[in-house]
């Protein structure tokens, strides 16, 4: 036996009208339990079973080659130099890095790129921005759009202390507008 959710008198368990008071004994609580199970099931469907940027690998070693949405990133070389002539010399205690960055679009869509969306931290934790425009002889990372199975490689420069080991180039979608970088490179 139960009892009548309005009157309270003991009805039949299967009782779907009390008969005392006639109000019907309706189960809104076991529907409203399975609506929200049901939406539950639905978005987890929907969702994918979770996000890919949620699953992407953040850290990396300098040979590593980082795909992320389908275009390619690589260090292909890194050099350290005091400089090559008397207009470009690093300041004494700190040399230049020059970190040669390979892009390969291997998407269906063109997409843009920009230098400056690369930026290094030292081992004191410090992040800095592209050091210099002139990359010598060598040909400077810029910005750009990159067709769909395009490719380009080029140099960015910073100035960093000398000898110093902790030296990662972080990678951001848009250095603007995020607040966390996307991926970094942990340079050997």
């Known amino acids: 036996m139960k009892k009548c959710k309005y009157c309270q008198s003991e009805i039949d368990e299967k009782a779907k009208v009390c008969p005392n008071c006639k109000k019907k004994q309706s189960h809104l609580v076991r529907w409203i339990v399975l609506g929200v199970l049901a939406i539950i099931i639905i978005a987890a469907i929907a969702g994918g079973g ?3 940027k949620e699953d992407f690998k953040k850290e990396y070693k ?3 080659v980082v795909t992320y949405e389908d ?3 690589s260090i292909t070389k890194v050099e350290k130099t005091k400089g090559s002539n008397e207009y470009f010399q690093a300041k004494d205690g ?3 890095v020059k970190v040669t960055i390979k892009i ?3 998407s269906d869509k063109k997409i843009s790129y920009n230098a400056l969306d690369f930026q290094m931290v030292n ?3 410090v992040e800095a921005s592209v050091y210099s425009i002139t990359a010598e002889d060598d040909v400077q990372l810029n910005s750009g759009e990159l067709d769909a199975g395009g490719k380009i490689e080029g140099v960015i420069i910073w100035e960093q202390k000398e000898n110093d080991t902790g030296l990662r180039v972080r990678y951001y979608e848009n250095v ?3 607040d966390e970088y996307t991926f970094q490179w ?3």
């Open 62 to 64: 300098q040979n590593d």
């Open 186 to 188: 942990t340079l050997d």
């Open 123 to 125: 081992g004191d934790g």
């Open 176 to 178: 603007l507008f995020d």
């Open 94 to 96: 700190y040399e230049y």
């Open 104 to 106: 390969e679009n291997n």
């Open 50 to 52: 979770g996000d890919e």
């Open 71 to 73: 275009v390619k990133y």
